[in-house]
Nanobody, 124 residues
Framework: QVQLVEFGGGLVQAGGSLRLSCAAS????????MGWFRQAPGKEREFVAA????????YYADSVKGRFTISRDNAKNTVYLHMNSLNPEDTAVYYC?????????????????WGQGTQVTVSS
């Protein structure tokens, strides 16, 4: 069982940056693929970024590639999402997710554990 708690959301102006953090419970954090998803009002939840358990593989949605970076610190049981050049289209609730597996995990149904979400609002 893994519990996830996100931190770092907030209000930022277009062009600004934010860093989201997701703290995970459990002693086997390093064996989980970690992902970030987001859901904007009136839209379905969508994949943002993922990192394999080893950290050697990362995956990004085309809409955030080159602007967002996912990273993890297994010693701190934490995964991060560094977001730069934010624009109003990035406004959404951002969710951290985990799955006890490795591989190309970019669909929400592949993840077993979810955080409560943190709101990111980008003003124009």
């Amino acid at each position: 069982q893994v519990q996830l708690v996100e931190f770092g959301g907030g209000l930022v102006q277009a062009g600004g940056s934010l860093r989201l953090s997701c703290a995970a419970s459990g002693r086997t954090f390093s064996m989980y693929t970690m992902g970030w998803f987001r859901q904007a009002p009136g839209k379905e939840r969508e994949f943002v970024a993922a990192m394999s358990w080893s950290g050697s593989d990362t995956y990004y949605a085309d809409s955030v590639k080159g602007r967002f970076t996912i990273s993890r610190d297994n010693a701190k049981n934490t995964v991060y999402l560094h977001m730069n050049s934010l624009n109003p289209e990035d406004t959404a609730v951002y969710y951290c997710a985990a799955v006890f597996d490795d591989g190309y995990m970019v669909s929400d149904f592949e993840y077993d554990y979810w955080g409560q979400g943190t709101q990111v609002t980008v003003s124009s």
